[in-house]
Each structure stands twice: as C-alpha cells, then as structure tokens.
C-alpha cells in the first residue's frame, strides 16, 4: 500500500485503536502503551500489504493479536485467579482458556470504588508491596490489607452476578429544553451542568430511586471508572445531593416522560376561564392605577404600551391565591460554586397518551421572565422584563444583559456622546433594537425605581382570588402524584398558583382581541413587557 494511502487510514483509525485499547486496560498508562503497540503494528502491516478489501476487519484482527501477545506476556508476570485473590503475595500463572474469566474480572475490577480499584490495581496487577503502597497512598498498612480483603469478597460476589445494562443504558433520555428559575450566577445555569448528555442521564437515573455510584453505573451501562469525575462535579454543584444511606438523589425538575392532550386541555381551560375573571375584574384597576404613573417615556407614545406591561406584570406576580404559602421550596434551589441560586428543570423528549385527542384550547404561552436586571453602576438604574410572543427580542435572559440598561442609561444621560470611544455600546445598543437607525430610544422608561413601580400596581382584591384556591390546590395535589415523592413539594408549589405568565399572556390575549389595547407595532414590539427605570427620561 502507498504510504499516504496508509497515513490517512491509520490517521482515521488511531482514536478507535485507542478506544480499543482503552476497554482493554485498567490504566491510561496502559491504554496508552497497548494503543501505540497496536497503531504500530497497524501501520506497519499496511505499508506491507498490496490491497486490503475489509478495513475493518483487517484493523481488529491485528488489534485483537497484539492483545493477546500483550495479555500473554502480562501473564507470565502475574496472573489473576478467584481462589486465591486475598492471598498475599499473589504469584498464580494463567493458562490461555482463563481468558473468559480474566475479562469478566477486569469488568468486576472497574466496578469496585476508586481507591478500592486503585489498591487492587497496584497490587495484583503491578506486582507492588504493601508497604509500598500504602506509602504511595498515605494510608496505614494495615488499611491497605483491608481493602485488599474487601475487594476480595466484592469481586467474588460480582463473579456470581449478572449484570444487566439498564433502561438508560438502552434508552437514555434526550432533554429538548433545559431551564432555571432564578440567579444562574456567572455559568449558563442548568444547560451548562446537564448539557452534557451523560451528565443528564447520571441526574434522571437517580431522580426516581436514590441510588449509588456503582447502581449510577449499571443503569447507564457503563463502568463507575467513566462516571466517577461527572457525578463529584454534579454533586459539588448541587444537581446531586446525598440521603441519609449514602445514595444519590435529585432535585432537577424533570418533566414526565409521557404526557396527556386531554390533561393539558382541561388544565389550559381552567386557565382561560381565570384569565376572563382578571381581565373583566382585576386588569381595569391596573390600567387605571399605569395611568396615574405620569414620567413615562414611551416609544411612539401609546400609553396602552406601558399598560400592557403593568398588567402583565400584576397578573404574573400580584396574583397571589396563597394556597402555595404553606410549601417550604428552599430546597430546591440548587447552590452552584460558580454562584449560582435557581430551581433547575429539564424538558425531556416524551410520548403523548392520547394522540388523537382534539385539544379545544391552543395557544403558544412560552415565557422568559420575569428578568430583574438591577445595575451596580448607576443607583435606581434598572429593567423588568418578560420574553414572550408579543416581542421582538431574540435570545431570552442570556441576551437581556445589565449592561445593556448602563449603556442606554449613559446615551439618554449623554455619556455616550463621543461615538468613536463608545461605538462598541452603541453597537450593542442598535443590535438590540434599542436605539433605532435615527437615534431614537425605543424602550419603555419609567421615571422611578422598579421598587416604587411594583408598589404602585394594586393586588387583586382577595374573594377574587379565594375563588380559585380550592380547585387549584386540588389539581395540584393530583398533579403531584405524577412526580416522585422529593419533587411533590415544589410541583404543589407551582400549580397551587394556576395564574402565572401564561395566565398573564391569556389576560393580554383578551385585551388585544377585545379592543382595550391596539395591536403593537412593529417598534412598540421592541420594548413590549420591558420597562427600564432610571432617574431621567430620553430628551
């Protein structure tokens, strides 16, 4: 074979020789000599032959033989045999039919702990002393032999069972969004912990049933050596959190892997019928209460447009029916060491029960929100924000940045005059579609801090509200059941309260529909449900 025929298959093939070659090892020292020998011998054996017709084949053929040169001389060394793996010193040869055995002890090996793994691998596999390697370990000699005799019984135990990949293993879930509900701190909230697929599946296998490093592994098909560095990374993150016998569980808000049309339209129809009882008692209260707010500024001049903030704000955090009050949800705020301070849920790939059932009641009720941004820059600087279908704004909460109310602060205020110096900000400015081609602000701006704003909005009058409280609180109670039972806490929690943002876009629904608020245009879009406060208004 030409040799640069045989560069570019050896090229192609050397991060599956190493995978090869990984399997068959206890160490990465290892896998890296027995890899080179097989590269080695692949490509040498290439440059000799004329054509290879079966690549593959030809490649683990040769893989293979290097394996059993490499295992054989390994042998004569040290062997490995159950009778007499607590014995001390370990000296047993192995005849060629061991090598069924050999293998399934290798896989036994990977699954005890890792200072357990560690040990027996010095030991029994590089021939070292105790006392060298307690010394190598900064343990006791006499701990070292402990582990060495409980590694004996867990390998012998292992040798009797059978172990069977589990349903992730098979069929791991797949998340089609990753959320947060609070501050994600300086890292990308829970995309940057579960994005990871392995890193999801490790949280959901304990998400039902707590379970161990070892039980963590065989439902993901995998040895604990591969998952050992995920589940301390996840668990000093709090995605993981141990129970009193050691275990691992969770308190990622998973969503059910099967879902109902029927459920979910009879839930949406709750909904509406609540939104008609807001819109028709409560939102005129709020619009009257926006009206009386005088230092606004206002894109194009609609003071329906800071209504419509007003009653999306009052509906999605005003409406208290308090049946949720008497849930404890500290604990579900995961803390992570980047920081962070949020509620975490996973939307999982799931299968509909009924799908042939015809939903009455459609409706995209999507949100990102609500978004504090509060400046450490310029004192009462600051936004509130919700993203949904009504905008025009692109990115969700990683786009709404604090720095983007600084700089729009330090336009109206002048501080941006010299456009030279400061045409990165007024390029993130005209990019976010809040300054416009002519120099216009084309966000809302309310003369006030957001303190004073919230206060200003009245809350719904309380036999409004207590009307809806029972029959919340009982579909909530139902609702929970669906969940495991360390998750029905925060799942009452959220239900108990039906009238949330997509109770709020209902609201907002019926008041374009029914006339009270024109239909946004394209620039008021910009801005729709975002209000930034600051002590001075544009010019």
Same mark, same amino acid.
């Given at each position: 074979?030409?040799?640069?025929?045989?560069?570019?298959?050896i090229?192609?093939?050397?991060? =599956?020789?190493?995978?090869?070659?990984?399997?068959? *090892?206890?160490?990465?020292?290892?896998?890296?000599?027995?890899?080179?020998?097989?590269?080695?011998?692949v490509?040498?054996?290439? /440059?000799r032959?004329?054509?290879i017709?079966?690549v593959?084949?030809?490649?683990?053929?040769i893989?293979?033989?290097?394996y059993?040169?490499?295992?054989?001389?390994?042998?004569?060394?040290?062997?490995?045999s159950?009778?007499?793996?607590?014995?001390?010193?370990?000296?047993?040869?192995?005849?060629?039919?061991?090598?069924?055995?050999?293998?399934?002890?290798?896989?036994?090996?990977?699954?005890? *702990?890792? @200072?357990?793994?560690?040990?027996?691998?010095?030991?029994?596999y590089?021939?070292e002393?105790i006392?060298q390697?307690?010394a190598?370990?900064?343990?006791?000699?006499?701990?070292?032999?402990?582990?060495?005799?409980?590694?004996?019984?867990?390998?012998?135990?292992?040798?009797?069972?059978?172990? #069977?990949i589990g349903?992730?293993?098979i *069929?791991?879930?797949?998340?089609t969004?990753?959320?947060?509900?609070?501050?994600?701190?300086?890292?990308?909230?829970?995309?940057?912990?579960?994005?990871?697929? /392995?890193n /999801?599946?490790i949280?959901?296998?304990?998400?039902h049933?707590?379970?161990?490093?070892?039980?963590?592994?065989?439902?993901?098909?995998?040895v604990? $050596?591969?998952?050992?560095d995920?589940?301390?990374f996840?668990?000093s993150?709090?995605?993981?959190?141990?129970?009193?016998?050691?275990?691992?569980?969770?308190?990622?808000?998973f *969503?059910?892997r099967?879902?109902?049309?029927?459920?979910e339209?009879?839930?949406?129809?709750?909904?509406?019928?609540i $939104?008609? =009882?807001?819109?028709?008692?409560?939102?005129?209260?709020?619009?009257?209460a926006?009206?009386?707010?005088?230092?606004?500024?206002?894109?194009?001049?609609?003071?329906?447009?800071?209504?419509?903030a007003?009653?999306?704000?009052?509906?999605s955090?005003k409406?208290?029916?308090?049946?949720?009050?008497r849930?404890?949800?500290?604990?579900?705020?995961?803390?992570?060491?980047?920081?962070?301070?949020?509620?975490?849920n996973?939307?999982?790939k799931?299968?509909?029960e009924?799908?042939?059932?015809?939903?009455?009641?459609k409706?995209?009720?999507?949100?990102?929100?609500a978004m504090t941004?509060?400046s450490?820059?310029?004192?009462?600087?600051?936004s509130?924000?919700?993203?949904? !279908?009504?905008?025009s704004?692109?990115?969700?909460?990683?786009?709404?940045?604090? $720095?983007d109310?600084?700089?729009?602060?330090?336009?109206?205020?002048?501080?941006?005059?010299?456009?030279?110096?400061?045409?990165?900000k007024?390029?993130?400015?005209?990019? #976010?579609g809040?300054?416009?081609?002519?120099?216009?602000v084309?966000?809302?701006?309310?003369?006030?801090t957001?303190?004073?704003?919230?206060a200003?909005?009245? @809350?719904?009058?309380?036999?409004?509200?207590?009307?809806?409280?029972?029959?919340?609180?009982?579909?909530?109670? +139902?609702?929970?059941?669906?969940?495991p039972?360390?998750?029905?806490?925060?799942?009452?929690?959220?239900?108990? +309260?039906?009238v !949330?943002?997509?109770c709020?876009?209902?609201?907002?629904?019926?008041?374009?529909?029914?006339?009270?608020?024109?239909?946004l245009?394209?620039?008021e879009k910009?801005?729709?449900?975002?209000?930034?406060?600051?002590?001075?208004?544009?010019?």
């Open positions: 074979m030409e040799k640069q025929k045989a560069d570019a298959l090229t192609e093939y050397l991060p =599956k020789i190493y995978g090869f070659a990984y399997k068959k *090892s206890f160490s990465y020292d290892e896998t890296e000599e027995l890899a080179a020998e097989m590269t080695a011998e490509y040498k054996s290439m /440059l032959s004329e054509d017709y079966n593959d084949g030809y490649v683990w053929r893989c293979e033989h290097v059993s040169k490499y295992v054989a001389n390994v042998k004569k060394q040290a062997g490995v159950l009778d007499t793996i607590g014995e001390l010193p370990y000296e047993q040869q192995f005849d060629e039919e061991d090598d069924g055995q050999v293998d399934i002890l290798r896989r036994e090996v990977a699954f005890l *702990s890792a @200072a357990r793994r560690e040990i027996v691998f010095l030991f029994y590089k021939n002393p006392k390697i307690a190598r370990l900064g343990l006791p000699e006499g701990t070292v032999k402990w582990h060495l005799n409980k590694a004996r019984n867990e390998l012998k135990e292992g040798l009797k069972m059978e172990r #069977r349903k992730l293993g *069929s791991p879930v797949i998340a969004n990753l959320g947060h509900n609070g501050n994600p701190g300086s890292n990308a909230a829970t995309e940057y912990y579960l994005g990871d697929k /392995l /999801l599946n949280a959901y296998s304990c998400y049933e707590p379970k161990n490093v070892t039980e963590i592994a065989e439902e993901l098909g995998v604990p $050596a591969y998952i050992e995920k589940v301390e996840l668990e993150n709090g995605f993981l959190v141990h129970t009193k016998d050691g275990r691992f569980t969770t308190y990622v808000l *969503s059910p099967t879902w109902s049309r029927e459920k339209d009879s839930e949406l129809g709750i909904k509406l019928q $939104a008609e =009882k807001l819109a028709k008692e409560y939102a005129p209260a709020v619009i009257a926006a009206r009386e707010m005088k230092d606004v500024y206002i894109p194009g001049g609609n003071r329906e447009l800071f209504e419509a007003a009653v999306f704000y009052a509906i955090e409406v208290d029916i308090g049946a949720a009050d849930v404890d949800i500290s604990r579900y705020f995961i803390k992570t060491a980047a920081g962070g301070s949020f509620i975490a996973a939307d999982l799931s299968k509909c009924d799908p042939d059932y015809v939903m009455r009641h409706g995209d009720y999507g949100c990102c929100g941004r509060i450490s820059k310029y004192a009462g600087v600051g509130k924000a919700w993203d949904t !279908r009504f905008d704004r692109k990115g969700g909460w990683k786009n709404n940045l604090t $720095a109310y600084d700089y729009l602060y330090e336009y109206i205020t002048g501080r941006l005059a010299d456009k030279k110096a400061n045409a990165e007024l390029c993130r400015l005209k990019d #976010r809040f300054i416009g081609k002519n120099g216009e084309n966000v809302m701006i309310a003369k006030s957001l303190e004073s704003f919230c200003a909005i009245p @809350a719904p009058d309380k036999k409004l509200t207590e009307g809806f409280a029972e029959a919340a609180l009982e579909n909530a109670l +139902n609702k929970a059941k669906q969940y039972p360390q998750m029905q806490d925060l799942i009452v929690y959220y239900n108990s +309260n039906p !949330r943002t997509d709020a876009m209902m609201v907002l629904d019926i008041l374009y529909s029914d006339g009270t608020f024109k239909p245009t394209k620039r910009i801005t729709a449900n975002l209000i930034m406060f600051a002590d001075k208004l544009p010019g």
